[in-house]
């Protein structure tokens, strides 16, 4: 979503505020107190400091791209430490964090965003992260507990706008009365939430099929979602089965249980439903975008390495985000023990104590979204306060919540909950798109207890997912930070209750492995790529998959586990069903291939090739297309530009023309062929789920979804709307780049923009321009190794991407390296706030030291924080 800051405000307020805003950045630019404005915020780094709450010393070193390995004697100083250091760091990030996961953004932006607040408020993600606080462990609510008090020790020392970020300054202009409160234990674990809902796997898809269904039969729907390819693309898990209430890597295959799919529903409700999901920010991904959300990771034994100990790489695909949605630290106890048990490097998230993806002395660890089916959407009869089940009228849950809005009166909310989960298509009821509602085309709904379908559609619709249950993944994340072997990441993995990943292992002893841990449900009936009817109760949620039942590996023989959001296991070998919805493995059979071609013959890899292989580019499509395009009769300048697809290789560097021809071929096919089918929401934005449906259409020449709709009395063939791409293509390329083809270069277009995720876009250019950097020319495609995804609908400009890069070297922990998307610092102009962008962008990485000795040598500053009340620091005038 896209926050306008000054919507809220009458037209001419908004001028106004603008032309004050301009004026204001100029008067201070010119009298140069901006600089002073801006480098008020900047933190201490080096000397001394007091901190309030700390027992002993604490010595925080970063390195020249300001990333800091912070060095406690107890955890609970490490952890407070954490939490200051954040907060010196990043601190507005965290804040605007906290309001995104309570729905109080309002309180921050105004009446702009009452629909992202309202959205929340329904899920009630802060009311469910509050449940969950005392179901964690003591010690994980003492870390929390912790972490906050050092956030507010460094909040009581810097009052005042201008002393904490620059963007409290600006914000000063049309919010003045703001003030952030201090930080809570359930700040943190709402953030979860948050990482939870934008890895919540295949909800876009499913509100997608319905609404595809309000215009297509059931059967060309279906077309549009294929089946995962898995004779091509290999699954993660290609052995083993659950035997006697475990899964054994080495057991026979059991079949699953074969289950009808959903019967498409009705589809006014749902279409308030999809824009209600829609309106929530999205703080790490955008699964709603088209093309999902993907990430990379895999591992490597050491009888296939140089250094003979396991390698390790990961890289997450999510949102562009400035600053990165990662923030890199290294948490260590000064002398590890079981009382002060960490000694561990990696990507942190800032507002949450720990280490989220990395290394500690013994093992390494990375994530990829597993994508299961873990919410569903139930359509529900409502009448008054009350909704149909069984046959009988049961009442609703209703709750009124009070939204404070910026320059504004509160809002009051009322909100209903079935027994399915909140109502939300209640929060965009203003929003009624002219869709038919017939339930005719559900020809296998099981209606009410009776038999009996109700006479009208369903008119509400009711979100269940597993992250609006408390659960403990905060104590996850703690213990895979101690974990030492394999069995204790085990048991780390089995309290990731939220949201299911792939978690690939290896370990200083040389094993590897991968588990697939998560709270998924076992449904009754159906297999959750529709949305269903509540009214029957047919399709309640059973229960969930016990952990042990969930697939695993450990030192598979062929010394080697790819992860890249592909099919888990083959339905054939795994009795659960665990989604139907997974990406289409056009990535992670690429990893495969070239390991494999890496390590025959006896072959092994190093880091550098590890990290070579993130950087891979080829598009993975290419090679079904291309002979397709060439084969055509073709007239008109398109001609010479598709010469420019002989003999490519299907790479997608910065200066390659013929991906740029390719991408705006494939975009245009894309709109041409499908946009006049489908509806608004259902439409493609790209993706490897379109790699496999066109792929399929390839060999079906007349295929319907070839005609163009719009053209009464012919019907458009394959050949035909290939040749409309090639020439819509080249007549977008030569305007927007030049008639000379061989001057078009992929970079030019495809382009990341580091948007500031609240600012960022608040449309008035000088804002803007203090916080937003780039553009940067970015390589790879949606679906290469090198994932730099783009929306076809939109523009080629990158808009997810590989969040952060790191290899891990099991051997030697400083020969290991890292990269994030933008910096260690929040501070707009400050030296780290967007360094390591040329770094990633161009595919280089810095070292991931750990040892201390390395960590003292590299490092820039030195800080020592010490036992004390802070001195306040005087608002700034």
């Given at each position: 979503m896209?926050?306008?800051p000054?919507?809220?405000?009458?037209?001419?307020?908004t001028?106004?505020?603008?032309?004050?805003?301009?004026?204001?950045?100029?008067?201070?630019?010119?009298?140069?107190?901006?600089?002073?404005?801006?480098r008020?915020?900047?933190?201490?780094?080096?000397g001394?400091?007091?901190?309030?709450?700390?027992?002993?010393?604490?010595t925080?070193?970063?390195?020249?791209t300001?990333?800091?390995?912070?060095?406690?004697?107890?955890?609970?100083?490490?952890?407070?430490?954490?939490?200051?250091?954040?907060?010196q760091?990043?601190?507005?990030?965290m804040?605007?964090?906290?309001?995104?996961?309570?729905?109080?953004?309002?309180?921050?932006?105004?009446?702009?965003t009452?629909?992202?607040?309202?959205?929340?408020?329904?899920?009630?993600?802060?009311?469910?992260?509050?449940?969950?606080?005392?179901?964690?462990?003591?010690?994980?609510?003492?870390?929390?507990d912790a972490?906050?008090?050092?956030?507010?020790?460094?909040?009581d020392?810097?009052?005042?706008?201008?002393a904490?970020?620059?963007?409290?300054?600006?914000?000063?202009l049309t919010?003045?009365?703001?003030?952030?409160?201090?930080?809570?234990?359930?700040?943190?674990?709402?953030?979860?939430?948050?990482?939870?809902?934008?890895?919540?796997?295949?909800?876009?898809?499913?509100?997608?099929?319905?609404?595809?269904?309000?215009?297509?039969?059931?059967?060309?729907?279906?077309?549009?979602?294929?089946?995962?390819?898995?004779?091509?693309h290999?699954?993660?898990?290609?052995?083993?089965?659950?035997a006697?209430?475990?899964?054994?890597?080495?057991?026979?295959?059991?079949s699953s249980?074969?289950?009808?799919p959903?019967?498409?529903?009705?589809?006014?409700?749902?279409?308030?439903?999809?824009a209600?999901?829609?309106?929530?920010?999205?703080?790490m991904?955008?699964?709603?975008?088209?093309?999902?959300?993907?990430?990379?990771?895999?591992?490597?034994?050491?009888?296939?390495?140089v250094?003979?100990?396991?390698?390790?790489?990961?890289?997450?695909?999510?949102s562009?985000?400035?600053?990165?949605?990662?923030?890199?630290?290294?948490?260590?106890?000064?002398?590890?023990?079981?009382?002060?048990?960490?000694d561990?490097?990696?990507?942190?998230?800032?507002?949450?104590?720990?280490?989220?993806?990395?290394?500690?002395d013994?093992?390494?660890?990375?994530?990829?979204?597993?994508?299961?089916?873990?919410?569903?959407?139930?359509?529900?009869k409502?009448?008054?306060?009350?909704?149909?089940?069984?046959?009988?009228?049961?009442?609703?849950?209703?709750?009124?919540?009070?939204?404070e809005?910026?320059?504004?009166?509160?809002?009051?909310?009322?909100?209903?909950?079935?027994?399915?989960?909140?109502?939300?298509s209640?929060?965009m009821?203003g929003?009624?798109?002219?869709?038919?509602?017939?339930?005719?085309?559900?020809?296998?709904?099981?209606?009410?207890?009776?038999?009996?379908?109700?006479e009208?559609?369903?008119?509400?619709?009711?979100?269940?997912?597993?992250?609006?249950?408390?659960?403990?993944?905060?104590?996850?994340?703690f213990?895979?930070?101690?974990?030492?072997?394999?069995?204790?990441?085990?048991?780390?993995?089995?309290?990731?209750?939220?949201?299911?990943?792939?978690?690939?292992?290896?370990?200083?002893?040389g094993?590897?492995?991968?588990?697939?841990?998560?709270?998924?449900?076992?449904?009754?009936?159906?297999?959750?790529?529709w949305?269903?009817?509540?009214?029957?109760?047919?399709?309640?949620?059973?229960?969930?998959?016990?952990?042990?039942?969930?697939?695993?590996?450990?030192?598979?023989?062929?010394?080697?586990?790819?992860?890249?959001?592909?099919?888990?296991?083959?339905?054939?070998?795994?009795?659960?069903?665990?989604?139907?919805?997974?990406?289409?493995?056009?990535?992670?059979q690429?990893?495969l291939?070239?390991?494999?071609d890496?390590?025959?013959?006896?072959?092994?890899?190093d880091v550098e090739?590890?990290?070579?292989?993130?950087q891979?580019?080829?598009?993975?499509?290419?090679?079904?297309?291309?002979?397709?395009?060439?084969?055509?009769?073709?007239?008109?300048?398109?001609?010479?530009?598709?010469?420019?697809?002989?003999?490519?290789?299907?790479?997608?560097?910065?200066?390659s023309?013929?991906?740029?021809?390719?991408?705006?071929?494939?975009?245009?096919?894309?709109?041409e062929?499908?946009?006049?089918?489908?509806?608004?929401?259902?439409?493609?934005?790209?993706?490897?789920?379109?790699?496999?449906?066109v792929?399929?259409?390839?060999?079906?020449?007349?295929?319907?979804?070839?005609?163009?709709?719009?053209?009464?009395?012919?019907?458009?063939?394959?050949?035909?709307?290939?040749?409309?791409?090639?020439?819509?293509?080249?007549?977008?390329?030569?305007?927007?780049?030049?008639?000379d083809?061989?001057?078009?270069?992929?970079?030019?277009?495809?382009?990341?923009?580091?948007?500031h995720?609240?600012?960022?876009?608040?449309?008035?250019?000088?804002?803007?321009?203090l916080f937003?950097?780039?553009?940067?020319?970015v390589?790879?495609?949606?679906?290469?190794?090198?994932?730099?995804?783009w929306?076809?609908?939109?523009?080629?400009?990158?808009?997810?991407?590989?969040?952060?890069?790191?290899?891990?070297?099991?051997?030697?922990?400083d020969?290991s390296?890292?990269?994030?998307?933008?910096?260690a610092?929040?501070?707009?102009?400050?030296?780290?706030?967007?360094?390591?962008?040329?770094?990633?962008?161009?595919?280089?990485?810095t070292?991931?030291?750990s040892?201390?000795?390395?960590?003292r040598?590299?490092?820039?500053?030195?800080?020592?924080?010490?036992?004390?009340?802070a001195?306040?620091?005087?608002?700034?005038?």
């Amino acid at each position: 979503m896209r926050f306008r800051p000054y919507a809220w405000m009458p037209r001419p307020l908004t001028w106004l505020a603008r032309v004050l805003t301009v004026l204001v950045v100029l008067g201070l630019a010119l009298g140069g107190v901006v600089v002073w404005n801006v480098r008020a915020s900047f933190p201490q780094l080096a000397g001394e400091l007091k901190v309030d709450g700390l027992v002993g010393k604490v010595t925080v070193y970063r390195d020249k791209t300001g990333i800091p390995h912070i060095y406690a004697d107890s955890p609970e100083d490490l952890f407070l430490a954490q939490g200051y250091v954040h907060a010196q760091d990043r601190f507005f990030e965290m804040d605007f964090r906290r309001h995104v996961t309570a729905g109080r953004l309002s309180e921050m932006f105004g009446a702009a965003t009452l629909t992202e607040d309202k959205v929340i408020r329904t899920m009630g993600w802060r009311r469910v992260a509050e449940e969950e606080l005392p179901l964690l462990a003591e010690k994980t609510r003492h870390y929390l507990d912790a972490y906050a008090k050092g956030v507010n020790s460094w909040m009581d020392r810097n009052r005042g706008a201008a002393a904490r970020s620059l963007e409290y300054a600006v914000m000063q202009l049309t919010n003045s009365g703001y003030e952030p409160e201090p930080w809570t234990p359930v700040d943190s674990l709402a953030w979860l939430k948050a990482m939870a809902w934008d890895l919540r796997s295949n909800m876009s898809d499913e509100i997608g099929r319905a609404l595809a269904a309000t215009r297509l039969p059931r059967g060309r729907v279906e077309q549009l979602w294929p089946g995962y390819p898995f004779a091509e693309h290999q699954p993660i898990v290609t052995r083993g089965s659950v035997a006697r209430g475990r899964f054994d890597q080495d057991g026979e295959p059991r079949s699953s249980v074969t289950r009808q799919p959903d019967a498409p529903p009705a589809a006014g409700a749902l279409a308030r439903a999809a824009a209600a999901v829609r309106a929530v920010p999205s703080l790490m991904g955008d699964p709603a975008g088209g093309s999902g959300i993907g990430s990379n990771s895999w591992v490597v034994s050491g009888e296939h390495t140089v250094s003979g100990k396991p390698l390790l790489a990961n890289d997450p695909h999510l949102s562009a985000a400035l600053p990165s949605v990662w923030y890199q630290a290294g948490l260590h106890c000064r002398k590890k023990s079981a009382a002060c048990p960490f000694d561990v490097t990696g990507f942190t998230f800032s507002g949450v104590p720990g280490v989220v993806i990395g290394r500690n002395d013994r093992i390494a660890w990375g994530f990829t979204n597993l994508g299961p089916d873990v919410a569903d959407l139930y359509m529900e009869k409502v009448k008054d306060d009350s909704y149909l089940l069984m046959g009988q009228w049961k009442p609703l849950a209703v709750r009124t919540e009070t939204i404070e809005v910026a320059g504004g009166g509160p809002v009051r909310l009322r909100v209903r909950d079935t027994m399915h989960g909140p109502i939300i298509s209640d929060v965009m009821e203003g929003v009624r798109k002219a869709l038919p509602g017939a339930i005719e085309t559900a020809e296998d709904l099981s209606g009410d207890a009776t038999g009996n379908i109700p006479e009208e559609a369903a008119d509400a619709v009711a979100l269940k997912w597993t992250a609006l249950e408390p659960g403990r993944s905060a104590d996850a994340i703690f213990a895979l930070d101690a974990a030492q072997n394999w069995q204790e990441f085990r048991t780390a993995a089995a309290s990731f209750d939220v949201p299911s990943q792939n978690l690939v292992y290896a370990d200083v002893d040389g094993n590897i492995g991968y588990q697939a841990p998560g709270r998924i449900p076992v449904r009754a009936k159906g297999d959750g790529t529709w949305p269903v009817p509540g009214w029957s109760g047919e399709y309640a949620w059973q229960g969930t998959i016990p952990f042990d039942e969930l697939p695993s590996l450990y030192n598979p023989p062929e010394g080697y586990i790819v992860t890249a959001n592909n099919a888990v296991a083959d339905p054939e070998r795994y009795p659960h069903l665990l989604t139907r919805d997974w990406a289409y493995g056009y990535r992670s059979q690429r990893i495969l291939d070239l390991l494999r071609d890496a390590l025959k013959d006896g072959g092994k890899v190093d880091v550098e090739a590890m990290s070579g292989l993130q950087q891979d580019s080829r598009n993975g499509f290419a090679g079904f297309l291309v002979p397709r395009l060439m084969e055509l009769d073709l007239a008109g300048p398109a001609k010479d530009a598709r010469e420019l697809l002989r003999g490519w290789d299907g790479s997608q560097g910065l200066e390659s023309a013929p991906a740029m021809y390719f991408n705006a071929v494939w975009r245009h096919l894309l709109i041409e062929t499908f946009n006049d089918d489908l509806p608004e929401g259902a439409r493609p934005g790209g993706g490897d789920r379109w790699f496999e449906v066109v792929r399929v259409m390839l060999d079906r020449e007349a295929d319907p979804f070839w005609d163009d709709a719009g053209t009464a009395g012919r019907a458009e063939t394959r050949d035909d709307m290939l040749r409309r791409a090639l020439a819509l293509a080249y007549d977008e390329l030569s305007a927007r780049l030049g008639p000379d083809v061989a001057a078009w270069r992929w970079g030019d277009l495809h382009s990341l923009t580091l948007t500031h995720q609240s600012l960022g876009t608040s449309g008035i250019g000088p804002v803007e321009w203090l916080f937003n950097r780039g553009p940067f020319p970015v390589s790879g495609n949606d679906d290469a190794v090198n994932a730099a995804g783009w929306d076809v609908q939109e523009d080629y400009a990158v808009g997810w991407l590989p969040s952060m890069r790191m290899v891990v070297d099991l051997a030697d922990p400083d020969r290991s390296r890292w990269v994030n998307l933008t910096g260690a610092s929040g501070h707009a102009f400050h030296d780290n706030y967007a360094d390591q962008a040329p770094l990633w962008a161009s595919g280089q990485t810095t070292p991931m030291l750990s040892r201390e000795e390395s960590v003292r040598k590299a490092a820039a500053n030195t800080l020592t924080l010490l036992p004390g009340a802070a001195p306040v620091q005087a608002p700034a005038p």
